[in-house]
């Protein structure tokens, strides 16, 4: 049997749901004066120096705009390493897990001091059962995976950190 009160109950608990986010210190991330938009197209991020770090200062550019006069600037240091999974009977690998880790660096340009600091880590895997070139292009787009991942996991904790110091 179901009861007349559920409806009215599953409404009340719908439209309480705000208030209790607000209760808890819940804000948007880019409402006014928040770290969205304080972020926003004012973040220089140091030029990358291999192919890994390009993909990684790409995609946080697409998330954080590029900017023209920065108010920032973020220092990434990224490193990868492949690590065999799966060897055969004949000792060849046929699956890698590709884990990297990037230390990252917030820093105000008129004070130079660091808003944000920290380290991400993740992985991705690839085959290496079809050919030469099958591999090769596993290999890469396990690598612009990861970076994208990691970028992904640098900007939320940046647009989660307190810039307001």
């Given at each position: 049997?179901?009861?007349?009160?559920?409806?009215?109950?599953?409404?009340?608990?719908?439209?309480?749901?705000?208030?209790?986010?607000?209760?808890?210190?819940?804000?948007?991330?880019?409402?006014?004066?928040?770290?969205?938009?304080?972020?926003?197209?004012?973040?220089?991020?140091?030029?990358?120096?291999?192919?890994?770090?390009?993909?990684?200062?790409?995609?946080?550019?697409?998330r954080l705009?590029?900017?023209?006069?920065?108010?920032?600037?973020?220092?990434?240091?990224?490193?990868?390493?492949?690590?065999?999974?799966?060897?055969?009977?004949?000792?060849?690998?046929?699956?890698?897990?590709?884990?990297?880790?990037?230390?990252?660096?917030?820093?105000d340009l008129?004070?130079?001091v660091v808003?944000?600091?920290?380290?991400?880590?993740?992985?991705?895997?690839?085959?290496?059962?079809?050919?030469?070139?099958?591999?090769?292009?596993?290999?890469?787009?396990?690598?612009?995976?990861?970076?994208?991942?990691?970028?992904?996991?640098?900007?939320?904790?940046?647009?989660?950190?307190?810039?307001?110091?």
């Amino acid at each position: 049997m179901s009861s007349p009160d559920r409806p009215r109950l599953s409404r009340r608990l719908l439209l309480a749901l705000p208030l209790v986010l607000t209760a808890c210190g819940f804000e948007p991330v880019y409402g006014p004066g928040c770290s969205g938009s304080a972020l926003q197209n004012r973040v220089s991020v140091e030029e990358p120096e291999t192919r890994d770090g390009y993909i990684l200062t790409r995609e946080i550019e697409t998330r954080l705009g590029r900017s023209s006069a920065p108010t920032y600037a973020l220092a990434l240091s990224a490193a990868t390493r492949a690590d065999g999974l799966n060897i055969d009977r004949s000792g060849n690998i046929n699956r890698y897990n590709l884990l990297g880790s990037v230390d990252y660096a917030l820093r105000d340009l008129d004070s130079g001091v660091v808003l944000a600091s920290g380290k991400v880590e993740n992985f991705t895997g690839y085959s290496t059962t079809g050919s030469t070139v099958a591999t090769l292009a596993a290999e890469t787009d396990a690598r612009e995976r990861l970076m994208t991942i990691l970028a992904d996991q640098i900007v939320a904790r940046l647009l989660a950190a307190d810039l307001a110091q």
